[in-house]
């Protein structure tokens, strides 16, 4: 007497790489956003589990290729990600809804006859996601969708193992078939009246159906359990319910297992399909998966204790950029932002605070550069640094902020460099010509070797050298300097060799090779601005919020600068759209000013913008020239004379023209030619 069971099926466990994950936080990113579209990927299992593991299905790194490919001996299982927004979407999102939409798909496959063409149709997964990117925890839910049809199948006596089953000539002739069919998962096995074994595709069933010899059901079987065969074959018993079912309702079928390249151990189970009657169309679909407590629901995965912490912490630090092109920036090239080398002359108030916002832009490579030593009043003002950096006579401030920034961010490339800049107006002794010669050159090392350069110093006459061998190398120059209650920010012009300067008509915006700098409002050379000066004098006196807003503006500058499509050469902007200028904003983060003057007393900015000035005793072509012709040399006689500067110029003789001008002057009758309204009680 036979004995009938109802078959029952081992599920699928799935495995994910931690490389998934590193993909998915990257497309996330940078392609998804806030795109929760569908998103096909791709899984793969074996027929070859060792004893007793649960039958796996793989996810790697590798799912979102667009060519994705399964590795050797394996079998796809196509998958569809869902990746949510908010964790809330990911617990609210209708799973049932989910798996009956797949469902049917898998049912219109087999209906129309596409899983004959491509019998992978019929495995397929389903991955809901949540990446939480703030702390990497990941929430995820698989589900492996089953029609339920038929709504019962029954196993015929126990099943046997195929050596049991076939001789061993018959066992190579099924492994050579099964070889010749390049790792497709589904397939008919025909024994003919002689003994010979055949593996043929799904689609041939018709061909064999009317030969007098036996078909059987085969399909390559991830499970490693005795009486249990694995979860592809529920979705294969559809198939053949549907098509064959009418003709044939016990079928034999091989779970087709190869481990160690031996598949003996495969199983043939005797089956009878149960109720052919469909009384859902289609049918009824399940498979989500049950989560580590063996209850149907999602999992949680938290990379953030097996990441590296400096890697966790670059992450970080680019999450929130990142998310401005989400809806705010799309054309924000972070790129562009992150591989600019900036270089701070001057690690005080304004040096300190440009680098914490450079930190805040991801920028990677910031050099400190400073002559002096952290002071007592420092802390409070100097973000950078903390009472311990005052003890002892002072750290050097230029080591200490750099120190500082990498305490801060390990991912960033800071260095400090204690630098004395020689300046016009301070004589140079014949006994120290030989050690400033090296601070010149290493200046000069410094500023080739960075793309933006930021003068933050505490005198004028500082930033005149800087200003000559950046102007020469055409490096971005951005200058910031501070009054009681008001502010400065500057961008130098950028002199680009062959490039037309014919001065702008009135109403036209001043291109940006035609910019000054910050001496080009001068009528004299730089001198020592610190002699016979009080202690207020000395030191630079402003309310403390004023460094903040004027570094912050200058950092801003600088970014809306290098996204511009011109960069340095960018015209000055005056205001963000001025139909009387016919100035358009061509930065995708807003208006690119020459200058930023800011007023705190009076909450009050004002963006002027003034052609390079072709007397200017840094930046123009005569200084220029000397300085590329003559070098330290003529460094030299600047620094120990700045008249020589006015001379070289032109700027003295320009200033005795002017002196020697004669001045008439007219008698209330003669002005204006004649009697004023307002004398006339008239109003103006």
């Given amino acids: ?37 569908p998103v096909k990927i791709g899984g ?16 790697d790194y590798t799912a979102f290729d667009d060519n994705y490919q399964v590795p050797p001996k394996s079998f796809l299982i196509s998958g569809t990600l869902y990746n949510t927004n908010t964790i809330e979407e990911f617990k609210q999102k209708d799973k049932t809804d989910l798996i009956e939409k797949t469902g049917k798909k898998i049912w219109d496959d087999i209906v129309s006859g596409d899983v004959f063409k491509d019998p992978s149709l019929l495995s397929c997964f389903l991955c809901l996601t949540h990446a939480d990117l703030k702390k990497y925890h990941f929430y995820y839910w698989f589900a492996f969708p089953a029609l339920r049809y038929p709504e019962t199948t029954y ?76 979860w592809p074959l529920r979705n294969l018993l559809s198939l053949v319910a549907y098509h064959w079912g009418k003709d044939k309702k016990e079928w034999e079928v091989i779970c087709f297992r190869d481990r160690l390249n031996s598949c003996v151990h495969s199983l043939v189970l005797k089956i009878q399909l149960g109720n052919l009657d469909l009384q859902q169309v289609p049918p009824p679909c399940v498979g989500w998966e049950k989560n580590v407590q063996q209850k149907v629901g999602p999992r949680k995965v938290d990379l953030s204790a097996s990441l590296d ?8 630090v680019d999450l929130n950029l990142k998310l401005m092109r989400w809806r705010l920036v799309p054309d924000l090239e972070l790129d562009e932002v992150m591989s600019t080398k900036c270089l701070i002359l001057g690690s005080g108030t304004l040096g300190c605070n440009v680098a914490r916002c450079l930190l805040g832009w991801g920028i990677r ?21 903390t009472f311990q950096d005052c003890l002892h006579g002072g750290r050097r401030k230029a080591e200490a902020a750099a120190e500082a920034l990498l305490s801060i961010f390990p991912g960033v490339n800071s260095e400090g460099i204690h630098l004395t800049i020689p300046m016009p107006g301070h004589p140079i002794p014949e006994n120290l010509i030989d050690q400033i010669k090296l601070d010149v050159e290493k200046l000069e090392e410094l500023i080739e070797n960075h793309d933006v350069i930021f003068l933050l110093m505490d005198t004028r006459e500082s930033r005149w050298l800087p200003t000559v061998i ?7 120059v951005i200058n910031a300097a501070l009054g009681f209650d008001t502010y400065l920010v500057l961008r130098h012009g950028i002199k680009i060799d062959n490039c037309p300067t014919s001065a702008p008509k009135l109403g036209e915006s001043i291109p940006g090779n035609q ?13 020592d601005s610190t002699r016979d000066r009080t202690l207020d004098q000395q030191c630079t006196v402003t309310r403390p919020g004023v460094s903040m807003v004027a570094a912050a503006l200058a950092v801003e500058l600088m970014i809306n600068v290098i996204q511009h499509p011109q960069r340095g050469l960018a015209p000055a902007d005056t205001s963000a759209r001025d139909d ?44 220029i020239n000397k300085y590329q012709t003559e070098g330290f040399q003529f460094l030299l006689q600047a620094f120990n004379n700045p008249n020589y500067i006015e001379e070289l110029t032109g700027l003295k003789q320009l200033q005795q023209e002017t002196e020697e001008v004669e001045i008439w002057e007219l008698s209330d009758d003669e002005s204006l030619g004649g009697t004023s309204g307002s004398e006339k009680g008239e109003p103006h």
């Fill in 515 to 527: 910019l000054g700098c910050y001496f080009c409002n001068d009528v004299v050379a730089p001198g």
């Fill in 470 to 476: 950046a102007s020469a190398k055409k490096k971005l």
């Fill in 365 to 385: 490579t910031i050099t400190m550069v400073d002559n002096s030593q952290v002071s007592y009043s420092n802390p409070v003002r100097q973000s950078l640094f």
């Fill in 44 to 59: 793969w299992y074996t027929n070859g589990e060792a004893p007793g593991l649960v039958p796996l299905a793989n996810v």
């Fill in 309 to 316: 912490p400096v890697k966790l912490a670059k992450s970080a």
């Fill in 155 to 230: 196993v015929i006596d126990d099943s046997v193992t195929l050596d049991k089953y076939f001789t061993i000539q018959q066992i190579e002739q099924l492994q050579e078939g099964i070889g010749k069919l390049s790792c497709q998962a589904y397939f008919l096995v025909y024994v003919s009246t002689d003994g010979n074994i055949s593996v043929v595709p799904l689609r041939d069933y018709h061909i064999i159906s009317g030969e007098p010899g036996k078909i059987l059901l085969a399909f390559a079987d991830p499970s490693t359990f005795l009486s249990y065969p694995g």
């Fill in 1 to 37: 007497m036979m004995e009938y069971r109802m078959l029952q099926f081992s599920p699928f466990s799935s495995v994910l790489d931690p490389g998934f994950w590193y993909q998915l936080t990257k497309r996330k990113l940078d392609v998804y956003k806030l795109d929760d579209q």
């Fill in 580 to 623: 009387h200028l016919k100035v358009e904003i061509a930065s995708p983060l807003g208006i690119v000013p020459h200058q930023i003057r800011g007023f705190l007393a009076r909450c009050h900015q004002i963006l002027p913008a003034s052609v390079a000035f072709n007397y200017c005793t840094a930046c123009s072509s005569q200084i």
